[in-house]
T-cell receptor, first 116, second 113 residues
Framework: EPEVTQTPSHQVTQMGQEVILRCVPISNHLYFYWYRQILGQKVEFLVSFYNNEISEKSEIFDDQFSVERPDGSNFTLKIRSTKLEDSAMYFC??????????????FGPGTRLTVL | AQSVTQPDIHITVSEGASLELRCNYS??????LFWYVQSPGQGLQLLLK??????LVQGIKGFEAEFKRSQSSFNLRKPSVHWSDAAEYFCAVGLYNNNDMRFGAGTRLTVKP
């Protein structure tokens, strides 16, 4: 079965540094998502992306976050100036564009971000 | 606002015993309902989903879930648990034409030999 991949699996950074988390969605999917899971807490929606623009975003997704599809295969999440509270597992997901199957999101294995 | 509640933080069952994980949602309309499983160090894998129709849905790995509108619940069940089922289980709510999927806090399942 096709799968979503994410790199790196673990990223350690200093507070204030910029990080880019990378995702390769399933090739025929057109909707892309980022979620995060702070240790011990629930998975939270950050943003969805379709047709080269943000479709929806949560209140967590503030100006320090941005997403991009720089080429035909990658989908990235950039955190401009990391804070300690950005430490979390970040999950990428993708889905088809059909309104019914769009809700079937396929998740990647996650990138664990540690901000020191 | 939509929300998902998983009342049980941690459940321990013996291998071979039956399992029920509870999930309640709060939303004005019937949402799409999902159960995901997360093994340690792994991503989220979809077990099953409910959109409409038959309220008892079958999923992978022998899991099933029943949508009960009157109770706003979507509990996950398995008649006989295997040691490999030990994982974190998340209930999630999605909306038609809305990409903002909301997750419950998760229930950690431990399986005793």
């Amino acid at each position: 079965e096709p799968e979503v991949t994410q790199t790196p699996s673990h990223q350690v950074t200093q507070m204030g540094q910029e990080v880019i988390l990378r995702c390769v969605p399933i090739s025929n999917h057109l909707y892309f998502y980022w979620y995060r899971q702070i240790l011990g807490q629930k998975v939270e929606f950050l943003v969805s992306f379709y047709n080269n623009e943000i479709s929806e975003k949560s209140e967590i997704f503030d100006d320090q976050f941005s997403v991009e599809r720089p080429d035909g295969s990658n989908f990235t999440l950039k955190i401009r100036s990391t804070k300690l509270e950005d430490s979390a597992m970040y999950f990428c997901a993708s889905s088809e564009a059909d309104p019914i199957t769009r809700s079937r999101q396929f998740f990647g294995p996650g990138t664990r971000l540690t901000v020191l | 606002a939509q929300s998902v509640t998983q009342p049980d933080i941690h459940i321990t069952v013996s291998e071979g015993a039956s399992l029920e994980l509870r999930c309640n949602y709060s939303y004005g309309a019937t949402p799409y309902l999902f159960w995901y499983v997360q093994s340690p160090g792994q991503g989220l894998q979809l077990l099953l989903k409910y959109f409409s129709g038959d309220t008892l849905v079958q999923g992978i790995k022998g899991f099933e879930a029943e949508f009960k509108r009157s109770q706003s619940s979507f509990n996950l069940r398995k008649p006989s648990v295997h040691w490999s089922d030990a994982a974190e289980y998340f209930c999630a709510v999605g909306l038609y034409n809305n990409n903002d999927m909301r997750f419950g806090a998760g229930t950690r399942l431990t399986v005793k030999p």
